[in-house]
């Protein structure tokens, strides 16, 4: 009898038996002692974050920063546009964490939530001088800002950290929390929630910041770790919501074109199994999120603080305006919100206190039509040919996602959905 991984419930006068699906070799795996928790980087306090980027640095001085953008560029074909993507991403982001460890025990990844930025990434404090740094300046399009504004690279030839915004001194809108939202509700199968973040969010942020990160060396750019990290919370969330059936849920397409598996080794200098970086708090996997953590701690996400004069939870404007979109538009977006099977891990509208809240007293007011305060909810930037291409992405696979998120958008302002996030 294979009892390994089941959790075994009384339920009323039944009995639930709720079996994790492990694959053989899994129960190798051994729970984790300590478990590190990654928190979004504007969450942290400026004693943690400078314990981040003073690790970070002593990774820089010990080059292993080169090595990691020299080991993503030898193996860029094989880790994107297939099944690969978030499986090996998650391991290469644990090897960079680990990484840093080893000059400060205390130091975790931390994600950027890119999505609340979605309208004006480059006002975003995350690209400022307290972080990653702004835009790269002069001919050489060296960034001047933040804690690698010094950095210089020998990998693929001597050069700064240089970024350049796509729009010249702006960047064009990315995903939105909504959009992102609809992509944890309606994906079913591991194949679908890992195209689904490569070719939306991923490739969006990766291309419209361009300099280090529209190149397969990437990893030079210290946003290449915290946007991996917010991709890899994604599918961890996604994971989250059923763990029984997702936790080791695998398909798709393997590198070499096979069907991916479970025992599809992963690439780059390892030749680990698959299986063992899909459950987070095993193995080598010893970190969680801290939106799993408020989750899973039956911490309501549906409802914020309490109303300090009425006593009560406050309704979570952001949750109460998409809610309130027309059936037909939930149905065909938001299928939790549609049946009333919402789970906070599949919910992007509750991660972070929106920017500019609304409808404080839980009321939520649609915006008027010729309200003119607030603007419509822009389209993301679409991904370039060269980048497609660079990134072996299937054509129609990405084309199918950006109208869809193009038709989310249409829908949203035709019925006057007033997006928090909005300026
Ligand atoms: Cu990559």
Redesign the pocket.
Known sequence: MKIFGCIVGLALLSVQVSCLKSPPGAETLTACTNIAVRKEVRSLTSAEWSAYTEAAKAAYNDKWIDWFGYL?DRI?MP??GNSM?LV??RA?TRDYEKILRGYNPSVSVPYWNSMVDYQKPDTSAVLSNTGVGGNGQGDGGCVNTGFASTWEYSYPSKHCLRRKYNNGTGISSWYSPEFVTHILQSSVKYSDICAGLENSV?GVV?LSLAGEMDT?Y??EDPA?WIH?ANIDRLFSQWQAVNPDERTYLIDGVAPDGSVMTLNTPLVGGTSKPAYTVMRLGYGDMCYTYDTIEKATAGDDASLLKRDVQKCIPRPNPATEAIKQLPVHVLEKFYPSFANGTVNPLENEMTSLTPLHPIGYDGTFVPRSPNEELRGKMPVPAKLTAEWKNM?NACEEEVKELEDRACAMVEALNKANYLSPYLF
């Open positions: 993503h860029a880790i994107h993507f090996y991403h290469l991923h990766h397969m990437s990893p290449f991996h990134q």
